[in-house]
């Protein structure tokens, strides 16, 4: 439990960062094409933890700009496993989404989890280990 709990003030310091680091712009792709050099990034989605897991793990993700945000997961062959948030978001607040697969039979092995919002996409990778 302490693991955790030091896991979860570390994302939220991670996606608190982003947000006060409005100065700072990252080159992305929205709608297929890139972003220019002084643009700033409306979206930030971090890596899973822990990962490898189950049966729950945490995404931290953030929003600098309001917004509805979808956040699918997709097995390996990108079949949709399931769809873990579909909803409107305000700026400014780094979020937590806390996952559980334990209630679906899903097997072990690599997972992709995608955030769409204001048509720019993110994609990160994931693996269950039952």
Same mark, same amino acid.
């Given at each position: 439990?302490?693991k955790?709990?030091?896991?979860?003030?570390?994302?939220?310091?991670?996606?608190?960062?982003f947000?006060?680091?409005?100065?700072?712009? $990252?080159?992305?792709?929205?709608?297929?094409?890139?972003?220019?050099?002084?643009?700033?990034?409306?979206?930030?989605?971090?890596?899973?933890?822990?990962?490898?897991?189950?049966?729950?793990?945490?995404?931290?993700?953030?929003?600098?700009?309001?917004?509805?945000?979808?956040?699918?997961?997709?097995?390996?062959?990108?079949?949709?496993?399931?769809?873990?948030?579909?909803?409107?978001?305000?700026?400014?607040v780094?979020?937590?989404?806390?996952?559980?697969?334990?209630?679906?039979?899903?097997?072990?092995?690599?997972?992709?989890?995608?955030?769409?919002?204001?048509?720019?996409?993110? $994609?990160?990778?994931?693996?269950?280990?039952?």
């Amino acid at each position: 439990m302490k693991k955790f709990l030091i896991s979860l003030v570390i994302t939220a310091f991670i996606c608190l960062v982003f947000l006060t680091c409005t100065d700072k712009y $990252i080159t992305t792709l929205e709608d297929g094409e890139e972003l220019s050099g002084n643009s700033s990034v409306p979206i930030f989605l971090g890596q899973n933890d822990p990962n490898p897991f189950y049966p729950a793990t945490n995404i931290p993700f953030a929003v600098n700009t309001p917004m509805h945000v979808t956040l699918k997961v997709y097995s390996e062959d990108w079949q949709e496993v399931a769809i873990v948030l579909d909803r409107d978001f305000t700026a400014g607040v780094p979020y937590i989404q806390f996952v559980e697969f334990y209630k679906k039979d899903i097997p072990s092995g690599d997972y992709y989890y995608v955030m769409e919002g204001s048509g720019i996409t993110k $994609i990160r990778k994931m693996q269950v280990l039952k």
